[in-house]
T-cell receptor, first 113, second 112 residues
Framework: GENVEQHPSTLSVQEGDSAVIKCTYS??????FPWYKQELGKRPQLIID?????GEKKDQRIAVTLNKTAKHFSLHITETQPEDSAVYFC????????????FGDGTTLTVKP | DTGVSQNPRHKITKRGQNVTFRCDPI?????LYWYRQTLGQGPEFLTY????????KSRLLSDRFSAERPKGSFSTLEIQRTEQGDSAMYLC??????????FGPGTRLTVT
């Protein structure tokens, strides 16, 4: 089955700096890669996603890049703000697996004011 | 509220008791997923439904776990003879096929 590894497990940055979180996946059939933000005690919320037919996607301060050959994808947050502090999860899924997602173990991002 | 809802939000039970959780997905979504999340981990897939059909169960799901989605709308997840290792957050998500999953707030289970 699919295996997703996520690094780092914790990340601390100063407000205004950039943050990068990296994930690797094992199943070459995976073709959909969402990123979720989960605040303490709350549900995971989708912040950005990318499909395997594109290499990069951007939404304001958030961007995701995908390297299918190397089977890795990354989340980039620029101009970080204290409200970006949360746990971020990457996931991988494929149409052949009915869209069920395999998640990484999460990255706890702390943005210091 | 048109999002995914789950009830109860918290459940404390004694080991050996049975518990049942309910998930109400977004009404237009025909796919419904159950995940389990423990502290410091990402959600782990348990099972999913397309309409009323349960199409896949994870090997994580022992025989003590059963899920239903009788009319293709809400779903229930039952755990029989609960064990302390069942303590976790149980998350439900729904989606259209091939589209992003929307998660509910979860049911936090504590087995004492």
């Amino acid at each position: 089955g699919e295996n997703v590894e996520q690094h780092p497990s914790t990340l601390s940055v100063q407000e205004g700096d950039s943050a990068v979180i990296k994930c690797t996946y094992s199943d070459s059939a995976s073709n959909y890669f969402p990123w979720y933000k989960q605040e303490l005690g709350k549900r995971p919320q989708l912040i950005i996603d990318i499909r395997s037919n594109v290499g990069e996607k951007k939404d304001q301060r958030i961007a995701v890049t995908l390297n299918k050959t190397a089977k890795h994808f990354s989340l980039h947050i620029t101009e970080t703000q204290p409200e970006d502090s949360a746990v971020y999860f990457c996931a991988a899924s494929s149409n052949t697996n009915a869209g069920k997602s395999t998640f990484g173990d999460g990255t706890t991002l702390t943005v210091k004011p | 509220d048109t999002g995914v809802s789950q009830n109860p939000r918290h459940k404390i039970t004694k080991r050996g008791q049975n518990v049942t959780f309910r998930c109400d997905p977004i009404s237009e979504h025909n796919r419904l997923y159950w995940y389990r999340q423990t502290l410091g981990q990402g959600p782990e897939f348990l099972t999913y439904f397309q309409n009323e059909a349960q199409l896949e169960k994870s090997r994580l799901l022992s025989d003590r776990f059963s899920a239903e989605r009788p009319k293709g709308s809400f779903s229930t997840l039952e755990i029989q003879r609960t064990e302390q290792g069942d303590s976790a957050m149980y998350l439900c998500a729904s989606s259209y096929p091939g589209y992003e999953q929307y998660f509910g707030p979860g049911t936090r289970l504590t087995v004492t």
